[in-house]
């Protein structure tokens, strides 16, 4: 039972987290908030954190028996993933992405002034975004499972897993509205999540 309640609360707060930057709702706010929305983002980013910190806490000692351990090889090979992993994260987030964007601080640096999005500027084919269309979330999903010692790990980290391919699949609905068919020819030249793959997922 406290396996099934944790996964209902990490599904939870994943459902919420994917509703509140859905196109739907998003566009709620857009009606709502009219220019303001531009603060949007960093409000949703903040109460996003303000919800993960104290589910992380909770879910961590929630369980400690460990099952799953690395001795060596397997643990050199861990470190190396995970290293790997996190510095495939970061310079995705730093130099293929947008980082002001993400924190919602270049909308508001932007707030009050007119953008018309140039889909041929926009969308970012160098580096790893050359490789696949969504690094980081690739590199997250690693990371994930190289930090698998409890049940309760492989419980969350299956709950994520899947989370992260459904949202990734959402995101590519919204990026394929705003940007057209320029998106959509980047997704037949470029994989979704899994490097160096020739299926083309949409």
């Not at 992380?56 to 190396?80: A, E, G, K």
Request: charge should be positive; glycine fraction near 4%; hydrophobic fraction near 50%.
């Amino acid at each position: 039972m406290e396996y099934l309640f944790v996964a209902s609360l990490w599904i939870g707060y994943c459902a919420l987290h994917s509703y509140l930057i859905s196109i739907g709702f998003t566009n709620l706010m857009v009606r709502f908030l009219k220019d303001y929305y531009a603060f949007y983002r960093l409000f949703y980013i903040l109460f996003s954190l303000a919800l993960l910190i104290p589910l992380i806490n909770f879910t961590t000692h929630s369980d400690t028996n460990i099952i799953i351990t690395y001795d060596y090889p397997l643990s050199l090979v861990r470190h190396v993933l995970i290293y790997g992993s996190l510095l495939m994260f970061f310079v995705a987030f730093f130099f293929n992405y947008d980082s002001l964007s993400f924190f919602g601080i270049r909308q508001i640096l932007n707030f009050g002034k007119a953008k018309e999005a140039n889909p041929s500027v926009d969308i970012r084919k160098s580096g790893l975004l050359g490789i696949m269309r969504h690094p980081m979330y690739f590199a997250l999903i690693i990371y994930l499972w190289c930090q698998t010692f409890r049940m309760m790990d492989i419980v969350i980290n299956t709950v994520l897993t899947i989370y992260v391919i459904i949202g990734t699949k959402l995101e590519e609905r919204k990026l394929v509205l705003e940007f057209g068919n320029t998106y959509i020819k980047y997704q037949q030249e470029v994989p979704m999540l899994i490097p160096f793959t020739k299926a083309k997922f949409r």
